[in-house]
C-alpha cells in the first residue's frame, strides 16, 4: 500500500501512489512517465502523464467534486468556445488510502497567463469577454438550467459576508479597510441578477488561463463551473487587465453597473479570502491577491 495519511483531510500524495492509481484503473496509461507540475493549484496535485496526459488529485474535500463535473459538462460546453478548454478522458476512483475521485485529461500546452504579458492588451480582453459570452449564451442554447442539479447552483455573494467581513478586519493596516467595507456594502446593496440564470466559470483569474506565442489559447480548471448570476466571472477584470483594458472588456461584454459592481465585490471578497489563506506561506500567491483587491478597489 502508498503511504497515504488523510489526517487533516489532506492526504499524501506522491509518484508511487499515482502509479499504483493509474496501473489498476488506467492499464493503458501505466507505462507512461510521470512528471509533477511545481507549483500547481492550490486545489489539487497535477502530474503531466506522457505527452498529451495530465493526472489532477484533489488536495482537500473543497476539490473532490471537480473530476466528476468537468468529465459531465466540459464535453458539452467545448464545442461553443472560443478558446480551448480541458478534455476529461477519465474519472479515477479512490485506492490504496486515496479517498477522492481524480481525473486524467488531454494535456493542453501553454504557459500560465500573466499581467506583464497580457495586462495591457485590448485584443486580450475582447477575446475574454467573446469567451464570457459564449459561456453564458449556451444556457439558453444548449442545456436548461433546471437540468443541472444542485452541482450546479451558485451561491449568493451574500453567502460570503462574515467570512469577508472578517478578513477585511484582519488586513487592517495592509489595505484601506474603509474603502473596502465601502465596496463590499455596495456589492451585497446591487440590485441582483434578474435575468434568466448563465454560465459561469466560477474561478476565472490569470491562474486558468494558458497562452501559447503570447496569446490567449486555454480556459482551464472548471471546478467552479455553475449556473446563476455571472458577476463572479468578473474577477478577471482584477486579476489581469489595467484600467483601459478592463474598460474594453467591460464595453465587449455588455456588463451593466449592478452586475460590476457585484463582480468588484467578488474580486474583493475571493482576494481576501486568498489573501488572508496563503499571502504568508506564498508570495506569488501575495503579490497576485494584492493587485485584485487594489485594483477592486479602483473600480
Not at 466528476?68 to 480551448?84: D, I, N, Y
Not at 469577508?164 to 474603509?178: L, M, N, Q, S, Y
Not at 497562452?211 to 486579476?239: K, Q, R, Y
Request: some cysteine; proline content about 7%.
Amino acid at each position: 500500500m502508498a503511504a497515504v495519511s488523510t489526517a487533516g483531510t489532506r492526504p499524501q500524495i506522491d509518484e508511487a501512489l499515482v502509479r499504483r492509481l493509474i496501473g489498476t484503473q488506467f492499464p493503458q496509461w501505466a507505462g507512461l512517465p510521470l512528471k509533477l507540475l511545481d507549483p500547481a493549484g492550490s486545489d489539487h496535485v497535477i502530474y503531466r502523464l506522457g505527452e498529451e496526459l495530465s493526472v489532477r488529485l484533489p488536495r482537500h474535500p473543497g476539490a473532490i467534486g471537480q473530476a466528476r463535473k468537468e468529465f459531465r459538462w466540459l464535453p458539452e460546453l467545448a464545442p461553443h468556445l472560443p478558446l480551448a478548454i480541458p478534455e476529461p478522458l477519465g474519472v479515477g476512483r479512490p485506492g490504496f488510502g486515496y479517498p477522492w475521485p481524480w481525473a486524467v485529461s488531454r494535456w493542453l500546452e501553454g504557459e500560465v497567463a500573466t499581467v506583464d504579458a497580457l495586462g495591457d492588451s485590448s485584443e486580450a480582453a475582447v477575446e475574454l469577454a467573446r469567451f464570457l459570452a459564449a459561456l453564458q449564451r449556451f444556457t439558453v442554447e444548449g442545456i436548461p438550467a433546471g437540468d443541472t442539479g444542485d452541482a450546479l447552483a451558485g451561491r449568493p455573494l451574500s453567502d460570503r459576508d462574515r467570512a469577508t467581513r472578517t478578513a477585511i478586519a484582519k488586513v487592517d493596516g495592509v489595505f484601506d479597510t474603509t474603502a473596502m467595507t465601502e465596496l463590499w456594502d455596495a456589492a451585497l446593496s446591487a440590485p441582483g441578477w434578474d435575468r434568466p440564470p448563465v454560465w459561469f466559470h466560477g474561478d476565472f483569474h490569470t491562474g486558468n488561463l494558458l497562452t501559447s506565442n503570447g496569446c490567449l489559447s486555454a480556459v482551464i480548471d472548471f471546478g467552479g463551473l455553475g449556473i446563476g448570476d455571472p458577476a463572479c466571472d468578473l474577477m478577471i477584470a482584477f486579476t489581469l487587465m489595467s484600467a483601459d483594458t478592463r474598460a474594453v472588456f467591460r464595453d465587449a461584454l455588455g456588463v451593466d453597473d449592478a452586475t460590476w459592481t457585484r463582480g468588484r465585490g467578488w474580486a474583493l471578497a475571493t482576494g481576501l479570502n486568498a489573501y488572508t489563506t496563503y499571502a504568508a506561506v506564498n508570495p506569488r500567491v501575495a503579490a497576485q491577491t494584492t493587485r485584485q483587491i487594489t485594483q477592486a478597489l479602483v473600480g
